[in-house]
């Protein structure tokens, strides 16, 4: 059964750092994996996704990569700034087609 | 386009009281999604619909019921609360109901049950 992981639950760091938020997943076998982002009380965005063909996916500041044999992801955010703070989740296809397998999320706070 | 909106934001329900939470899309979509999310959880899929008549179950979808009557509506029904029930609830819709396509989430509902 597929199960997703995300540490650390909660990050700080001065605005202007550049971080890395990190995602696993223990099944291998998935053909992509997204990043979205939760505000506090709004929906989810989603960021990226990365098919499973790809190692790297950009848009803008954020750069996600994907190691299948190793069941990681990374969501890279250069720059931080304060407007970066939110909640970044992860997310793999489940064993049905309209089923998502969803990390915990990383609880990010830039600090200015 | 107003995206994915949600009805009420917050709601206090006692135990073996009953409520429906309302989510409309606009966007056309055909696939719409109900998720639970619990305090540093990830999200659980309750129910999910591929289109007007059609609903099937996720993987959480004890005491909850759903019906989609038209492709803009997918309301979640709660029959007899429970604790147990105390969560967020996002609504979200898909143009193709592929794990991989972009699912548009609505604000979200905090259901508190005592």
């Known amino acids: 059964k597929q199960e997703v992981t995300q540490i650390p639950a909660a990050l700080s760091v001065p605005e202007g750092e550049n971080l890395v938020l990190n995602c696993s997943f223990t099944?291998?076998?998935?053909?992509?994996l997204q990043w979205f982002r939760q505000d506090p009380g709004k929906g989810l965005t989603s960021l990226l996704l990365?098919?499973?063909s790809q190692r790297e996916q950009t848009s803008g500041r954020l750069n996600a990569s994907l190691d299948k044999s190793s069941g990681r992801s990374t969501l890279y955010i250069a720059a931080s700034q304060p407007g970066d703070s939110a909640t970044y989740l992860c997310?793999?296809?489940?064993?049905?087609?309209?089923?998502?397998?969803w990390g915990a999320g990383t609880k990010l706070i830039i600090k200015p | 386009n107003a995206g994915v909106t949600q009805t009420p934001k917050f709601r206090i329900l006692k135990i073996g009281q009953s409520m429906t939470l309302q989510c409309t899309q606009d966007?056309?979509?055909?696939?719409m999604y109900w998720y639970r999310q619990d305090p540093g959880m990830g999200l659980k899929l309750i129910y999910y619909?591929?289109?007007?008549?059609?609903?099937d179950k996720g993987e959480v979808p004890n005491g909850y019921n759903v019906s989609r009557s038209t492709t803009e509506d997918f309301p979640l029904r709660l029959e007899l609360a429970a604790p147990s029930q105390t969560s967020v609830y996002f609504c979200?819709?898909?143009?193709?109901?592929?794990?991989?396509?972009?699912?548009?989430f609505g604000p979200g509902t905090r259901l508190t049950v005592l």
């Open positions: 099944d291998s076998a998935i053909y992509n």
């Open positions: 619909s591929v289109g007007a008549g059609i609903t």
């Open positions: 997310a793999v296809p489940g064993d049905s087609n309209y089923q998502l397998i």
């Open positions: 990365i098919q499973s």
């Open positions: 966007m056309n979509h055909n696939y």
């Open positions: 979200a819709s898909s143009y193709s109901g592929l794990a991989g396509d972009t699912q548009y």
